[in-house]
C-alpha cells in the first residue's frame, strides 16, 4: 500500500490585544469626541471588539458614550462617503 499522510490541522492564533483603556472604563467620556472617532468606522458604525482590542465591560461603556454623543449633535450619526 501506498504511504497515506494524515493532513495536520493548522492552528490559527488571534492576537490578543491589550485594552487601551486598561480595563478602566471611567476612563471613557462622550464629551471627549477625538478618542471616541477612533472606534467608529468611516459609515458611522461601531468597531467591534474584535477591531479594537478593547475589552467587555470597555466597549458596553464606549457604546453607551457614542449614542450619547449622537444623540447631542457631538458625532453625526452617518458620515457622508
Same mark, same amino acid.
Request: aromatic share 8%; net charge positive.
Given at each position: 500500500m501506498a504511504n497515506i499522510r494524515k493532513k495536520q490541522k493548522r492552528r490559527v492564533v488571534k492576537a490578543v490585544l491589550k485594552c487601551p483603556f486598561n480595563n478602566d472604563p471611567s476612563k471613557i467620556d462622550y464629551k471627549d469626541v477625538s478618542t471616541i472617532k477612533k472606534y467608529i468606522t468611516t459609515r !458611522?458604525?461601531?468597531?467591534?471588539?474584535?477591531?479594537? !482590542?478593547?475589552?467587555?465591560?470597555?466597549?458596553?461603556?464606549?457604546?453607551?458614550?457614542?449614542?450619547?454623543?449622537?444623540?447631542? !449633535?457631538?458625532?453625526?450619526?452617518?458620515?457622508?462617503?
Open positions: !458611522g458604525r461601531i468597531k467591534p471588539t474584535e477591531q479594537t !482590542g478593547v475589552s467587555a465591560r470597555c466597549q458596553r461603556k464606549l457604546t453607551l458614550s457614542i449614542k450619547r454623543a449622537r444623540y447631542i !449633535g457631538l458625532i453625526p450619526f452617518t458620515q457622508y462617503v
